[in-house]
């Protein structure tokens, strides 16, 4: 057996371990006879995986009491929808900061519900930064804020939480959640979808402050309604089972390997040995301000296009594989989630240098 180097965005690479785990349990899970995709949701087999998962995920991000955990399904874009439904709360508008493509979705998603004031943007350089929130222009009468902590196709991480007082704090964390220690705290709602840095697609993650469940107005349909799901312990109608397992199995292996700041420490060595290659080169280019650059998701150019297929040919040729970039950025694309060891890395920067050097 041969496993790639997955550089996937996501659906993306998991932990090998879990995936073995997984694999060990799929006929016959902890002598139940049975494949968890095979349980009843309502079965106390799965109950006590539920559990486990949510008790693994506060600890690991040490959720206060005061949220609710919420496994839902629909995508960080069905969250597009259902926060502004849920989160409006009879306000009629809602401030959004504007970093890039994923932002951009968020803000079209919002405007069929509220207004919507664009309090910061990055557009004036092609969404390469993270506004600073000194030039932030909050609305006082906003619903809540938004913003996208990590912009997965332009490679933009905010390394900082904004502060906006007693407005609700409202995070895509799709593309970095559990990269790095976070202050819940600072949150009114915290989402995203599992498929990039948790287990597989079909899971969605909601962290909410219990103040914000129950005030809709008008009250929404009960599929879209956070409280439907809060109060049956996202047992409403079933849910994404074996998704659920998976992830509780990435929860575990984040404990085993010193959780979230350990996670981190390793995140930091694994970007910079990318950044740090790619200032010392004109070869590849990223564009991206150093102080907001991603350790999740490294967009790079290459000098010339016309070498982006040879060059992706070599990386395939050496087990790397998924480094095209988007298609609306072009060039290459290395998404290094947790699950990327630090091997991957270092075979990719050896490849860049060779190929530079071959080229250049
Ligand atoms: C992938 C992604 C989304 C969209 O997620 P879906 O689960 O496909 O709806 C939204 N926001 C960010 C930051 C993403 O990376």
């Not at 509220?114 to 929130?133: C, I």
């Not at 469940?213 to 439907?228: F, V």
């Not at 700041?261 to 004109?282: G, H, R, V």
Request: hydrophobic fraction near 40%; charged fraction near 20%.
């Amino acid at each position: 057996m041969t496993r790639v180097f997955n550089f996937s965005a996501g659906p993306a690479a998991l932990p090998e371990e879990v995936l073995k785990q997984a694999a060990d349990e799929m006929l016959d899970w902890h002598g139940s006879g049975q494949s968890v995709m095979e349980m009843s949701h309502r079965g106390k087999e799965f109950i006590s995986i539920a559990e486990a998962a949510e008790a693994d995920l506060r600890e690991l991000m040490g959720i206060p009491a005061n949220y609710k955990v919420l496994f839902l399904q629909g995508g960080a874009s069905l969250q597009f929808e259902m926060i502004p439904i849920n989160l409006l709360r009879g306000k009629t508008s809602a401030d959004y900061v504007h970093t890039g493509e994923w932002a951009k979705k968020a803000i079209k998603a919002a405007k069929t519900f509220t207004n919507v004031n664009v309090a910061a943007s990055s557009e004036d350089k092609g969404y390469t930064y993270a506004p600073p929130q000194s030039g932030w222009k909050l609305s006082k009468d906003a619903a809540y804020v938004h913003y996208t902590a990590n912009e997965t196709i332009g490679g933009v991480e905010f390394n900082w939480v904004p502060e906006t007082g007693d407005v609700p704090l409202v995070c895509d964390m799709s593309s970095n959640i559990l990269s790095r220690a976070v202050d819940v705290s600072k949150f009114g709602l915290i989402y995203a979808g599992a498929q990039k840095n948790i287990g597989p697609a079909g899971l969605t993650i909601v962290i909410v402050r219990d103040d914000l469940i129950g005030k809709a107005q008008p009250t929404p349909p009960a599929m879209l309604d956070y409280k439907t799901h809060a109060d049956a312990d996202s047992m409403y109608n079933t849910p994404p089972t074996y998704a659920i397992y998976i992830a509780g199995l990435v929860f575990q292996w984040l404990k085993r390997n010193g959780g979230l700041a350990a996670m981190e420490q390793k995140n930091i060595e694994k970007s910079n040995l990318l950044y740090d290659y790619l200032e010392t080169t004109d070869f590849y280019r990223n564009p991206v301000a150093k102080s907001d650059r991603s350790r999740m998701n490294v967009p790079f150019t290459l000098k010339d296009a016309a070498l982006d297929e040879e060059f992706l040919k070599g990386a395939k040729a050496r087990g790397m594989t998924q480094l095209k970039g988007h298609r609306s950025v072009g060039g290459m694309r290395a998404s290094i989630y947790n699950a990327m060891p630090v091997e991957g890395v270092k075979a990719l920067v050896e490849y860049m240098k060779e190929f530079a050097a071959a080229k250049g």
